[in-house]
C-alpha cells in the first residue's frame, strides 16, 4: 500500500496567516491517525523551545504511526530533533542549481559533505531518514540519481521529491520518477505543490511512477496555493487505486472542519471530496438518471465522508426534480401542471439568486 506522510502540522501550518496552538496541534493530530494517515510530518524543531515543546507533546499521545520532524540538512537542526526524541527526520538539502547557487554558492562537493556528515549522525543515533530534494523539479534527473544512490550508500531510507515551486504537469511527474525509481533503488516521496492546481495529480502520477510516498495537508493548507490534499489523496488511493482503505465520515468531516476552524480558511461548496454541495444535482438530466440509479452521476456514495445527497430546485432542473419534491409531500404530480411549473421556477430563481425550497415549489405547485 502507498504511504501517505501528512505534513499539516508542518507545511500546512507554514501557510500564510495560519498558525495552530498546541491544543489544536494534538486534536488535529489524532483525527489524521483516525482518517487513516500512515505517517504525520509535525514541526521544525529548530523553531525553538515551543515549537519543541508541542512536538514532545505530540510524541506523547503514543499514535501508532511514524512522527517525522522537518530539518536543514545541518547538524544544528539535527540536534534540535533530537532533543524532542523523535524517530524520524526529513534532512532538507537544495538539489537544482538556482537554489545551489544560493544556499552554497554554486558548491555541490559541499553540499554533498554537508548531507555526508547529517545523515551519518542521524543514522548513528537510530533515525529513519528521509533526505529531502528542495526543487528536485527544476533539478538535473542525473544529479538527483547521484544524491539519491550517495544518501542511500550512507543508509538513508527515503527521497523525498519536491515540487517546490508547482510547476510540474502530471506527465512530466510520471517520467521524472519513473527515471529516478530505474536509476535508484531509494524509496520516493512526493511532495507537490499546488501552483498550478495539479498538487494531487502530480502526487498520484508520482505513485504510478513508483513512488511510494506522498505528503498531503488537509484541505490542501500550505505555501502559496498549498498542497496536495490529504482527503483528496486518501480517496484516490482507495477508489482509484483500490487499496483496502477504512474510511471513517465522521472523522473525515471533523478532521476538516477542524483544520478549516484552526487555519480560519473557508471550504468551498465545490471542493472536492468535501464540499456541501459536490452531491446536489440541479440539472434535469442529472436528476432523472440519479432517481433510476444512484450511481449514474456520483462515484462514490455521499455517506462515505459524510456528506448528503439534494435535488435542488433551481434554473436547471426539470420534471424530474419537480416530480421528486412534490411525491415527497405525497402529492401525486400532473404533467401538464409540472410542465407548466418549469418556466414559473426559471423567472423565479433567475430573479432572486436562489433555488426554491420544496414547500415553496407545493405552493406554487397548488396555486397553479
Known amino acids: 500500500m502507498a504511504i501517505i506522510n501528512d505534513t499539516t502540522l508542518r507545511d500546512g501550518e507554514q501557510a500564510p496567516y495560519v498558525a495552530f496552538n498546541t491544543h489544536e496541534k494534538?486534536?488535529?493530530?489524532?483525527?489524521?491517525?483516525?482518517?487513516?494517515?500512515?505517517?504525520?510530518?509535525?514541526?521544525?524543531?529548530?523553531?525553538?523551545?515551543?515549537?519543541?515543546?508541542d512536538i514532545k507533546e505530540i510524541l506523547n499521545?503514543?499514535?501508532?504511526?511514524?512522527?517525522?520532524?522537518?530539518?536543514?540538512?545541518?547538524?544544528q537542526d539535527l540536534e534540535a530533533s533530537l532533543s524532542c526524541g523523535v524517530q524520524a527526520v526529513d534532512l532538507s538539502v537544495p538539489v537544482s542549481q538556482t537554489l545551489i547557487d544560493v544556499k552554497f554558492g554554486g558548491d555541490k562537493e559541499k553540499l554533498f559533505r554537508?548531507?555526508?556528515?547529517?545523515?551519518?549522525?542521524?543514522?548513528?543515533?537510530?533515525?529513519?531518514?528521509?533526505?529531502?530534494?528542495?526543487?528536485?523539479s527544476r533539478g538535473d534527473e542525473e544529479f538527483l540519481a547521484e544524491i539519491m544512490n550517495?544518501?542511500?550508500?550512507?543508509?538513508?531510507?527515503?527521497?523525498r521529491y519536491c515540487d517546490t515551486v508547482g510547476i510540474l504537469t502530471p506527465h512530466a511527474t510520471y517520467e521524472k520518477i519513473d527515471y529516478l525509481a530505474k536509476h535508484s533503488s531509494l524509496d520516493i516521496e512526493?511532495?507537490?505543490?499546488?501552483?498550478?492546481?495539479?498538487?494531487?495529480?502530480?502526487?498520484?502520477?508520482?505513485?504510478?511512477?513508483?513512488?511510494?510516498s506522498a505528503n498531503t495537508t488537509v484541505i490542501g493548507l500550505g505555501e502559496r496555493a498549498g498542497n496536495a490534499s490529504f482527503e483528496q489523496v486518501l480517496m484516490s488511493l482507495k477508489h482509484q487505486f483500490h487499496e483496502?482503505?477504512?474510511?471513517?465520515?465522521?472523522?473525515?468531516?471533523?478532521?476538516?472542519?477542524?483544520?478549516?476552524?484552526?487555519?480560519?480558511?473557508?471550504i468551498s461548496h465545490n471542493r472536492p471530496i468535501v464540499g456541501r454541495n459536490i452531491f446536489s444535482h440541479e440539472s434535469g438530466i442529472h436528476v432523472s438518471g440519479m432517481i433510476k440509479s444512484l450511481n449514474a452521476y456520483e462515484a462514490f456514495e455521499p455517506e462515505m465522508v459524510g456528506l448528503h445527497r439534494f435535488f435542488p430546485i433551481g434554473k436547471h432542473s426539470g420534471s424530474a426534480t419537480?416530480?421528486?419534491?412534490?411525491?415527497?409531500?405525497?402529492?401525486?404530480?400532473?404533467?401538464?401542471?409540472?410542465?407548466?411549473?418549469?418556466?414559473?421556477?426559471?423567472?423565479?430563481v433567475t430573479q432572486r439568486k436562489t433555488v426554491l425550497e420544496p414547500n415553496e415549489l407545493v405552493e406554487l405547485y397548488l396555486c397553479s
Not at 119 to 130: I, W, Y
Not at 331 to 344: D, E, N, S
Open 244 to 266: 483496502d482503505r477504512e474510511i471513517d465520515p465522521i472523522n473525515l468531516q471533523t478532521l476538516v472542519q477542524s483544520v478549516a476552524l484552526a487555519a480560519n480558511r473557508q
Open 114 to 136: 554537508n548531507l555526508e556528515d547529517v545523515v551519518t549522525t542521524a543514522k548513528k543515533e537510530g533515525l529513519f531518514v528521509c533526505i529531502g530534494g528542495e526543487d528536485s
Open 61 to 75: 499521545l503514543e499514535l501508532p504511526l511514524r512522527v517525522m520532524t522537518w530539518n536543514r540538512a545541518t547538524l
Open 150 to 159: 550517495f544518501g542511500e550508500s550512507l543508509g538513508a531510507d527515503r527521497f
Open 26 to 53: 494534538l486534536e488535529i493530530a489524532k483525527l489524521l491517525h483516525n482518517c487513516g494517515a500512515d505517517e504525520l510530518e509535525v514541526g521544525i524543531p529548530a523553531m525553538g523551545i515551543k515549537e519543541q515543546e
Open 322 to 348: 419537480i416530480n421528486y419534491h412534490l411525491k415527497a409531500f405525497g402529492i401525486t404530480p400532473v404533467k401538464a401542471k409540472v410542465q407548466g411549473l418549469l418556466p414559473k421556477v426559471r423567472e423565479i
Open 190 to 212: 512526493m511532495h507537490m505543490h499546488n501552483d498550478f492546481g495539479m498538487a494531487t495529480a502530480n502526487s498520484v502520477a508520482g505513485f504510478e511512477a513508483g513512488a511510494i
